[in-house]
């Protein structure tokens, strides 16, 4: 029981990683930014949301498979293959729970007043630093909203990771993939246990999320309020 657990955190929290970076990264570019095509990366972007989660994990697999182009040229140069490894797992987990990072993300730096950023540069700062001091501060609250929501959509994964890592116990079986194999099995005790480290888990993601958003809400009008 404690493997597939352990796993599932491991392979949530690299896929976040993976997602924060990038996400942070490409809201920061596209947020303000208008260009021929933008609404079709923006919709590619956001179609694991919609997707099926087995569609996603076909695509993977035919994208990172022997025969794919990513895959073969992994197998090829590296001699690295990574379907049906628990580096799979994570990148089923990262792809499908990227649009919600990058929706927090580009929400964030929108809602960043551009004015305070345009006082930074009159003062001498770069825009490295500017983003740094800035910007990034700014849009915090909406970026940590981004990594907590896409741990909670990593953490239960299952459709595309049945695809592309399978079910490999201690190899590739997060949570999910352990509760459906149980309940198959017969073995409801294993899968009701299960259940319920996942939900406890994800619960407990977004009642911090909440409890902070509402003190961190509080914080910035008593700030205000000083200001009145």
Do not use: H
Request: proline share 5%; net charge positive.
């Amino acid at each position: 029981m404690l493997t597939p657990i352990a796993l599932s955190i491991k392979v949530a929290l690299i896929a976040v990683g993976i997602d924060a970076m990038l996400g942070t990264l490409l809201a920061r570019v596209l947020a303000r930014r208008d260009f021929p095509g933008k609404d079709l990366i923006e919709s590619c972007i956001m179609l694991p949301m919609v997707l099926p989660p087995t569609v996603l994990g076909y695509g993977l697999l035919m994208l990172l498979g022997k025969r794919g182009p990513l895959g073969r040229l992994l197998q090829e140069t590296l001699d690295l293959q990574i379907v049906f490894t628990w580096w799979a797992a994570i990148v089923a987990a990262a792809v499908v729970s990227f649009p919600l990072m990058y929706q927090s993300a580009k929400a964030a730096f929108c809602s960043v007043d551009t004015s305070l950023e345009q006082a930074a540069r009159t003062l001498g700062s770069g825009e490295g630093r500017v983003f740094m001091r800035v910007t990034l501060p700014l849009a915090y609250p909406g970026l940590l909203a981004g990594v907590v929501l896409a741990f909670a959509r990593a953490l239960g994964e299952f459709g595309a990771t049945l695809m592309i890592a399978g079910n490999i116990p201690g190899k590739t079986q997060t949570i999910p993939l352990a509760i459906f194999f149980a309940v198959e099995t017969g073995d409801n005790q294993l899968a009701r246990n299960l259940v319920l480290v996942i939900t406890l888990l994800a619960f407990a993601a977004m009642f911090w999320l909440n409890n902070w958003s509402k003190k961190k809400l509080q914080t910035m009008q008593k700030g205000g309020d000083g200001y009145a």
